[in-house]
């Protein structure tokens, strides 16, 4: 009974949360963007979430320094916004990670491997486990991944060339993909699947350009969304600027009401949230207006609009999608209640994997109390040199010492003022024997130590 209660409590507070928001509010739900690393884009990307609900920021690499600078930032959006807001990146594994060994991570294989090479159910787990905790200790709560493409031309630009996809067969496919998926589930992080209705067969990149899967797709493509959506997968799907004439003779599906409303939910029995790939690819923005666009996606049944920026002709472009929507609706173009659908899935799927309030995400506000320090080597293990990388949020004056592993002092490489960034410092272990060394850094405010390995 007590449940029964808690259940009903929990409905009437979520539907009359949906009725609050106003139109606007819930158009900015359905908006996720990007940003550069300019005042002005960063200055826009905090009033959207402020002041227009914006739904999701995405993460890049370059926006993407070091552990802690990746934490602090993501506190920072989250707790810009009332509600809670996706911040979601790319980390499928090898090529496609933004979290690597460039930023204080480490390197990761690529799903063929995992897939193809090892096919193990305990490798892909490991990896996918490992990605999501860096995902979690950051503060991302939506991975765009796993990529569920099957691998049918391993010579395809955008996939098999780069070694995205798990396997040539579909059901190898499906299940790595759902051991990744269930992963992340683990640590509360959404996921997208991509690229419906499957990329793996496609001559070109739609990165680069118009992008006609007609002739060389195959039904098979469609089984891992297919079997994943049977297992009661509601979180997201990512489309595809892919052109199958025999489906839409106008629109790639990514675009396409039939796509999305009668492939992907009529007759997949897809219910959670739908997003487009990156509307500003050249497959979409060389052969579609903008407003065209935007009015084809919503119209489609997809839920979120995806872009890598959020300045649009030196404007907001959350300010601008909400307003052309909005006419939209007063026109007639596009239905109220298709914004009402989009709005609530939206919210079911942040009421299911992410925190409502920044008050229940400790990520937004707790610093790591060595979180003004970031050291990491590159190679580790390393013969006879390698390069040490300090990360500082403030500057400071900075001691950098390397000992050995019973405490004996090796190498000063630092002892000066140092500004805020990061710094190399080479180390030259020639006249050294194999074995642990220690890295310390340290500050008046914090210290930090960092093993590194010696092979000779």
Same mark, same amino acid.
């Given at each position: 009974m007590k449940v029964l209660a808690t259940t009903l409590l929990f409905l009437i507070v979520f539907l009359s949360n949906v009725q609050a928001q106003t139109l606007q509010d819930k158009i900015g739900q359905m908006i996720m963007v990007g940003f550069d690393n300019s005042q002005l884009s960063q200055d826009s990307l905090m009033y959207d979430i402020s002041n227009r609900n914006l739904g999701g920021v995405l993460l890049f690499g370059y926006n993407l320094r070091f552990p802690s600078q990746i934490r602090s930032q993501n506190g920072r959006l989250q707790g810009a916004s009332d509600a809670s807001l996706f911040i979601a990146t790319d980390q499928e594994g090898g090529i496609v990670a933004r979290l690597d060994e460039n930023n204080g991570y480490e390197s990761t294989y690529t799903a063929y491997e995992l897939g193809t090479l090892f096919n193990l159910e305990d490798s892909t787990r490991k990896q996918a486990a490992m990605m999501a905790d860096w995902m979690a200790n950051a503060g991302f709560n939506m991975n765009l991944a796993p990529v569920v493409d099957v691998n049918v031309d391993p010579n395809s630009p955008a996939i098999g060339e780069l070694d995205r996809s798990f396997s040539d067969d579909e059901y190898t496919v499906y299940l790595h993909a759902s051991w990744f998926i269930d992963e992340f589930h683990k640590r509360n992080i959404a996921t997208?699947?991509?690229?419906?209705?499957?990329?793996? &067969?496609? !001559?070109?990149? &739609?990165?680069? *350009?118009? @992008?006609?899967? @007609?002739? @060389?797709?195959?039904?098979?493509?469609?089984?891992?969304?297919?079997?994943?959506?049977? +297992? =009661?997968?509601? =979180?997201?799907?990512?489309?595809?600027?892919?052109?199958?004439? %025999?489906? =839409?003779?106008?629109?790639?599906?990514?675009?396409?009401?039939?796509? /999305? @409303?009668?492939?992907?939910?009529? &007759?997949? *029995?897809?219910?959670g949230v739908v997003i487009? %790939?990156? $509307?500003?690819?050249?497959?979409?923005?060389? +052969?579609?207006?903008?407003?065209?666009? /935007?009015?084809? !996606? !919503? +119209?489609?049944?997809? %839920?979120?609009? $995806?872009?890598?920026? +959020?300045?649009?002709?030196?404007?907001? $472009?959350?300010?601008? /999608?909400?307003? !052309?929507?909005?006419?939209?609706?007063?026109? *007639?173009?596009?239905a109220e209640e298709t914004i009402n659908d989009s709005y609530q899935r939206i919210m079911a799927l942040k009421e299911k994997r992410t925190a409502t309030s920044t008050e229940s995400d400790p990520l937004a506000f707790q610093d790591d109390l060595l979180g003004s320090i970031d050291v990491s080597n590159y190679p580790n293990p390393f013969n006879p040199s390698t390069t040490i990388s300090v990360a500082l949020d403030q500057p400071g004056r900075v001691q950098v010492q390397v000992f050995n592993s019973i405490g004996q002092a090796v190498q000063m490489l630092n002892r000066s003022n140092l500004s805020a960034g990061v710094h190399n410092f080479r180390f030259d272990g020639s006249n050294l024997s194999s074995g642990m060394y220690l890295v310390v850094v340290q500050t008046p405010e914090a210290r930090n130590v960092h093993k590194m390995m010696l092979l000779k």
């Open positions: 997208s699947l991509k690229h419906f209705p499957g990329h793996g &067969s496609a !001559v070109s990149d &739609s990165h680069d *350009g118009f @992008t006609d899967i @007609t002739n @060389t797709w195959e039904d098979r493509e469609l089984d891992p969304f297919k079997f994943i959506i049977e +297992n =009661d997968y509601r =979180d997201a799907i990512m489309t595809g600027h892919l052109f199958k004439q %025999d489906w =839409d003779d106008q629109y790639p599906a990514s675009l396409s009401k039939y796509a /999305i @409303t009668d492939i992907l939910r009529d &007759s997949l *029995g897809f219910e487009s %790939d990156e $509307l500003f690819m050249d497959a979409v923005q060389d +052969n579609y207006g903008m407003e065209e666009t /935007i009015v084809q !996606v !919503v +119209n489609s049944d997809t %839920d979120i609009l $995806l872009f890598s920026t +959020n300045i649009y002709q030196d404007r907001s $472009l959350a300010g601008y /999608i909400i307003s !052309v929507i909005t006419k939209k609706i007063e026109e *007639g173009v596009i």
